[in-house]
């Protein structure tokens, strides 16, 4: 179940521009859904600006 909230290509295939990180696999532990309140939140919010500025014109 988890796994098809995390479709990346059946997002996309609908026109959107998704792009799923895990975050253990990058290195990042130990966040949740409350993205603002991790200690780490500064590494986070880096990856979400690179996102942004790879993504989005």
């Given amino acids: 179940m ?6 990346e290509a059946a997002y996309n295939a609908q026109g959107g521009n998704c792009t799923v990180i895990g975050l253990p ?9 409350f993205m603002f ?3 780490n939140n500064d590494i986070i919010a ?11 014109a």
């Fill in 2 to 7: 988890r796994q098809t909230c995390y479709d």
């Fill in 46 to 56: 880096q990856h979400i600006q690179s996102w942004i500025d790879t993504n989005v």
């Fill in 25 to 33: 696999q990058e290195g990042i532990t130990g966040n949740d859904h």
């Fill in 37 to 39: 309140q991790d200690l």
